[in-house]
């Protein structure tokens, strides 16, 4: 009889910033059982994948890793594949960035097993048809995809089992697709039922691809003692071992030469089903969802079904300005970067570049971890590493004092840049005149890296969530979960992005706790309303000048209000000196509350080790939401991290400051995370028709 | 009151290969009128591209056209848009091929109007993310998409009133939205119905942009009378004039400057919303309508119709495998181009190729021109132009003889290529061991390009076609006019592409006609299934040997055969040699009725200086469907392309030739086009089991 051709594929993969226990946990559960219990099974043959980084440390900690893998390649057992090193999303790199993540990967498994592999695993499966000149001419022959980017193209189901080639400019590569039946039967039902799957198969030569995370098989919710315990793997291998007269295992390299190619295809750009829907607007989600109702009341539903998808990942970067932030600030040192000669590129700037690029913080649905502060942190430690050594070669040991004006996020405005050897200041003079980042050279850290709280389509269903512990087994996409009781009431959201020097006024009677919960009345246009802007250099001075003709609503009039905000920076000092000034350009004088909010990314909202101090020795911490009032001065101390923030006023101020907390789904359910620290600094004063009132204030950040 | 702005663009094009008669027409009746018109208001400006090989052939030949649109652009009353020079599909070219395209028309603007262009017209508005560093990199600014690109990537219509940024690889344009309501108002409906939709809108400053066919204003059906003769534009211009305290028109640069960007998007690969169903395969564009009737009985509609789309530009080439071979010609030319050292490249062989990327050949839908061949026929002459130029520099003056395996149509499997001085001929050992692409160099023609005769989703709608004439004003979508009555009868639909060389068994009882209509019953399995290959290359002379060990139905038995051919290129000698032998590898001999078929994209049916001419002295034409016996000669005649193919056998064979039509959809309603000559060439033969029968012919191409 005609048998069944399987090529079973297993993607293994850490972030970069991942902790280590976490990793180590990993290994123990599920990277090192599975290959130990396919040393048991000589005739089942693997093609896998890991992930650069994770490689790397699993070949560094575990001899035995490399060893037992060592063997199963040499045995024909395994075929290694390559990838991006830091596993990018390849659309949302440069091509010439694209092809070093892929060589170097490439290099590493020829360094280490003297085995040079021949495909890859496509990062999150996010596929744009522009990217495979970069994968042809990087030495890559093939790839993988889901079966959904396959149906997207009008392929029909019974036109999936074999791969098919693809080409752009006249650079070619083949495509396998994942058979979708495959990924939700293997492990989750049991063995046999996959043996069945393959038997209403027969009859034609059929090739079945399952590529799937490794972690499917020990990490997930219930899976190692399903898979190990319970034995469901050696139960699997030995139940395709007893049919192998019929069932034919094949690497991919194999199945290559094995099988004819399908024909030329072009792929829509795509990942899987659901990451496309979360790269969705919220409220797109919810009408996508409406429209996949609809559908499903259709007798022949499929046949519309396939037309209905969510969008490409580039639009999590307009959904999540914060990543777009992020990932342009990438953008523009990989420009950077790729000025540099052949020498230069393989070194330091280079390779944290690189790891910049790792794709798990740049997005979100339910592994994407744009939530995840300590995976923002690690992409903003790199890229501030980056361009420190770029810094190095441009001006070698000298002080650095830069001030630019460039649409640095790339949404047609110009953005401002000031920089010196301490500090860098990136600033948004279209959106309030707001300082987007802060970074602390000296420690690599971008310390305003806060998250807006959001609308997220999946926070209508916290109220039915359940508890934890009942839906082993299942997958991810079905888990509905709670880690934490009463997550409705962290459920707040922000009507503005969690920048910092942002201008407010408030009206009498708004109290700490109704500006954290976003629920006190604006009462200028300043917040996120365009500033104008000059800039000023001298020789040892940088400052940027913002001004905005705005107004504030006193009592039931909108009456004309200059702001102007002065931000300077002083070569070799690691202090922020900010000028304010108010004109009053109305016909009659006004009391005003005004207050600049200030977000930052300081992580650990109970550690103990991280407070505010104030002049009076009183303390308060990052958990509270906390007022203090009349204070001329107070520091933030942060002994984790091992630095301090001082703020210095020349008047007295009221400063304000409270947990910034989202909500959002992951692996394991519901969760909250601390994004950072929100501070409101405030102080009500008359405004005397045409005058101008100061406020000046200084913020100086001092290693500890 | 808060206005409204209007961006006026026109967009003029003619496919490179087109009549000189038709562009004069369009001439007379659009390009001239329209800017006559505009002339007499000064206040209107207007946003105008012309495709390259239009507007060298209008300059050429119009000294008043330049005058004119000199005048206008001193005025400031016109912007000249740049784009690609022969209006090729972006993301189907190279992006050395990209930014060659737009160089060239903005250093012809340059250099005729001393004005420089500052963005483009995208052609066919066909978009894919990757293409921003290109465009941008040439120097373009911003280009102009339908609405419907910005409506899939999420945005609601309120959000389309401006502009937005985009950018790949840190590279950025400004997009600006394409109102679909000003594209069916202009010159649809009387021109105040565009004042009061513009009243409508007023309360927001809001940018409108219309850009949309020149011909529209006078060539689409009944529009000269409409746009001229009854004064649609100049009443137009002069409402818009009237009312310009509050209707501002910009051009383009204007609106650039006028407002702020909106924002960073990213637009899905896409094109306007009727082109992407043409890129469908039939089946899936009539699942898509019935989804859009589904969706369409819904209360909430919009919500849900904004997710339904066909697919990407690049399905047309999976979709007509014929689009595709011209397109892989074109790709493989352009790497042969792209290894040329600089003063070579701006020399023939890259104009020649920059010229075969005219994209108007490559698809089909209302306008594109796969379906015709004088369309397909200037592109290939392009194609073997830029090749012959690349020989000559590659050999020199000696005669060429190359023998070469490899995918060159990108399908994963691997082709083969002879070429002498002579001829050129491309084989598929995996479909058929045909030839799929025969060029007399001579005449730089690809004399085998003939379309398969396959179903279209429009076919459906033929039997409900009107007489022409009752339409006029509609737009293109909205008519349904058969050019030609009992269209119905040309419905063939063939089972496999109109390659040569190809291998039939015919049952006894076959005709002609029969033969013709696709309604015989294949003996055989060897038409389209693979053949073995290998190549034999001696020093004057080179020999593709294909053979397959194939089947064939006698009686009620699949009896085993062998075949093998053997195609013979010789240095200098303007002839290709077929051998064929048979080898009958069944338990016994059998009768079998074997037949070649070729196919010859020789145009004009009806023309008598074409014909086939006999040893006896008589002729039959291609017009015909014929039939002549027991003849060892036969000689195609094209009195008007200048040249014959001699065919000798060593064998009395029948020939039969019928006409290829196919029935396909255009501006003017359906209508059928001669694509091809189809011939058969057969003989009944007993085969003696584990026998060779050889079958030998020669096919000789002369210039007359």
């Known amino acids: 009889m005609k048998g069944i051709s399987f090529v079973f594929g297993i993607h293994n993969h850490q972030p970069v910033g991942n902790f280590d226990f976490v990793i180590d946990d990993v290994y123990r559960r599920s990277y090192l059982p599975f290959l130990e219990v396919l040393r048991e099974f000589p005739k089942i043959k693997i093609s896998i994948h890991n992930s650069g980084y994770l490689f790397e440390y699993l070949l560094k900690k575990y001899p035995k890793y490399k060893e037992t893998l060592s063997e199963l390649v040499g045995r024909g ?89 693809t080409e752009h400019e006249g650079y070619s590569i083949s495509l396998f697709p994942i058979s979708k039946e495959l990924r939700y039967l293997i492990p989750f039902k049991e063995p046999k039922e996959t043996i069945e799957f393959f038997k209403d198969l027969v009859g034609k030569e059929r090739l079945l691809v399952l590529a799937d995370d490794g ?326 001075l940088i400052r940027l000048s913002l001004k905005r003709k705005g107004h504030i609503w006193v009592k039931e009039e909108f009456l004309p209000l200059d702001i102007g905000k002065d931000v300077t920076l002083i070569k070799g000092d690691s202090s922020i000196r900010i000028d304010y000034s108010f004109e009053n350009k109305s016909f009659m004088d006004y009391n005003a509350w005004f207050g600049t909010e200030f977000n930052f990314s300081l992580f650990e909202r109970e550690n103990k080790e991280k407070y505010i101090e104030y002049p009076d020795g009183s303390r308060s911490y990052f958990d509270d939401i906390s007022e203090k009032k009349d204070i001329e001065e107070f520091v933030i101390f942060d002994n984790v991290l091992g630095f301090k923030i001082g703020f210095t006023f020349d008047i007295p101020i009221i400063l304000w400051h409270y947990p910034i907390d989202t909500v959002s789904q992951s692996e394991g359910g519901f969760e909250r995370t601390f994004q950072g620290l929100g501070i409101l600094i405030s102080f009500k004063q008359l405004f005397i028709k045409n005058e101008i009132f100061p406020f000046s204030f200084n913020i100086k950040f001092e290693t500890l």
């Not at 395994?78 to 999303?89: A, H, K, T």
């Open 77 to 165: 057992q395994v075929e290694i594949l390559s990838g991006g090193f830091y596993e990018p999303i390849f659309p949302a790199i440069s091509g010439k960035d694209r092809r070093n993540q892929i060589l170097k990967l490439t290099k590493f498994i020829e360094d280490n097993f003297s085995y040079h592999p021949k495909g890859m695993w496509l990062s999150e499966r996010v596929w744009e048809q522009g990217i495979v000149k970069d994968l042809a001419s990087s030495g890559i022959e093939f790839t993988i995809l889901d079966d959904e980017h396959f149906l997207l193209s009008g392929l029909s189901h019974e036109e999936l089992y074999g791969y098919y080639s």
């Open 215 to 540: 972690e499917k098989f020990g990490v997930w919710p219930g899976t190692y003692s399903l898979v190990y315990e319970k034995g469901w793997l050696r139960e699997f291998f030995t139940l395709l071992t007893e049919n192998s007269d019929w069932i034919e295992i094949l690497t991919f390299s194999e199945a290559l030469k094995k099988f004819p190619s399908r024909g030329l295809i072009y792929l829509p750009e795509a990942s899987y089903k659901e990451m496309m829907e979360w790269a969705l607007p919220p409220e797109l989600t919810i009408e996508l969802q409406e429209a996949e109702e609809i559908f499903s009341r259709e007798e022949k539903y499929a046949r519309y079904m396939k037309f209905l998808r969510g969008t490409f990942w580039r639009n999590f970067l307009v959904k999540y300005e914060e990543a777009n932030n992020m990932h342009k600030r990438m953008i523009d040192l990989s420009q950077r970067c790729s000025t540099l000669k052949d020498a230069e590129e393989i070194s330091l700037p280079y390779e944290y570049l690189m790891r910049a690029q790792a794709n798990d913080a740049y997005w979100h649905g339910v592994f994407g971890g744009l939530y995840l502060p300590h995976l923002r942190s690690a992409i903003y430690r790199n890229l501030i590493e980056a361009e420190k050594e770029l810094d190095k070669i441009s001006y070698g040991n000298e002080d650095v004092l830069v001030i630019e004006e460039k649409d640095i996020d790339k949404d047609g405005k110009k953005e401002l840049i000031a920089k010196n050897q301490e500090l860098a200041l990136f600033i948004k003079p279209s959106y309030g005149g707001a300082i987007f980042e802060i970074d602390y050279r000296k420690k690599s850290l971008n310390i305003t890296d806060t998250l807006k709280r959001r609308f997220e389509a999946y926070h209508k269903k916290i109220q039915i969530a359940q508890a934890p512990g009942k839906e082993e087994g299942k997958s991810i996409h079905e888990i509905v979960i709670a880690k934490e009781k009463n997550l409705e009431n962290y459920l707040i959201y922000d009507w503005h992005n969690k920048y910092s020097l942002m201008d407010h006024f408030l009206k009498e009677g708004t109290t700490c706790d109704s500006f954290y919960r976003s629920s006190y009345g604006e009462q200028g246009d300043f917040t996120i309303l365009p500033y104008d802007y000059s800039m000023i250099e001298e020789q040892d």
